[in-house]
Structure formats: C-alpha cells, structure tokens
C-alpha cells in the first residue's frame, strides 16, 4: 500500500510546479552539460562530466520523489472544526516540565518546517497530538524519553 502524503492543495500545486521545472528546464540543462563534457574527450578523468552525471542522477531522484508525492497526495481541506486536532491545526500547549507554552501548527511531512513550529503529523510531538481536545493531557514519545503536554488552545 503506497504511503499518503498529507498536504494543502497550494503545497501540491506547488509541488507539481517543482516536478514541471525538474522534468523540462532542468534535465534538459543537464543534458546539455553532460553532452558538453563527453565533447572534451576521456570521461574517466573528466570531473565535468562526472558532476554532470551525479546532478542528473540527484534530478532524477527528486523527480521520482515529487512524483511518488505527486500521486499518494491526500489534501487537507481547511477546516472550522477546533473541536479537536486534526492535520491543519495550530496548537498552543504547556509543557509542565520546561514550565512553558509553545504553538505547533500541525502539517504533512511535505510541509513541515521544525524551525517555523510547523511539525509533521508523523512527528513525536504531532502524532501525540491528534485527536485530542482542549484541555487534554498527551504524552509525547520522544527519542530521549516521555514527557507530557497539555493543550490549551486549537486553532
């Protein structure tokens, strides 16, 4: 069963915009360079051309990637529901033992961003999360051991 990809229509869009560019700007300009570098004669001493090798292959690896996204893609649709945390919510909670609040808005893998406080729902931390309503208690297992956090706030 192929894996989901959790992600706003404007990631996606985005996404399929990236995929257009890679499969026909990119790859095109990286063709170019490899038949460029094979004009210089030996390829097993020419770096140029070993650059332009190991770009196509990391291209065509990212390709591969945007178009496995691409096509397992689940859309979250915007929602008013702040009943309970769901794939799009932001989330304001406590953390008893750090004595401080913080806010995760809660996205797909596709869109997370650790350093914005946007975390995936497959994280420690956001699959914790959902589900659960304000006031709720959820323990959080995390690499260096548990700990727990309530929510306060579901936007």
């Known amino acids: ?10 990631a996606k869009k985005k996404a399929e915009e990236r995929l257009k560019y890679l ?7 990286i063709i170019e360079r490899i038949q460029e570098a094979r004009s210089h004669g030996d390829l097993s001493e020419n ?5 332009a090798r190991n770009e196509q292959a990391a291209n065509e690896g990212e390709i591969a990637e945007l178009d496995y996204q ?8 915007e929602s008013d529901d ?13 953390d008893d033992e750090l004595e401080e609040e913080a806010a995760y808005t809660i996205m797909g893998t596709t869109e997370a961003d650790p350093m914005k406080n946007i975390i995936s729902n497959e994280s420690p931390v956001g699959a914790a999360l959902l589900r659960h309503k304000k ?12 700990y727990t956090l309530k929510i306060l706030k579901i936007e």
């Open 23 to 29: 499969t026909t700007v990119k790859r095109a300009e």
């Open 135 to 146: 006031g709720d208690r959820v323990t959080v297992k995390a690499p260096d051991g548990e």
């Open 70 to 77: 691409i096509k397992n893609a689940v859309i979250i649709e």
């Open 1 to 10: 069963m192929a894996e989901k990809f959790y992600m706003t229509s404007e």
């Open 47 to 51: 770096a140029e051309y070993d650059a």
């Open 82 to 94: 702040n009943s309970v945390v769901h794939i799009g919510s932001c989330v304001t909670v406590y």
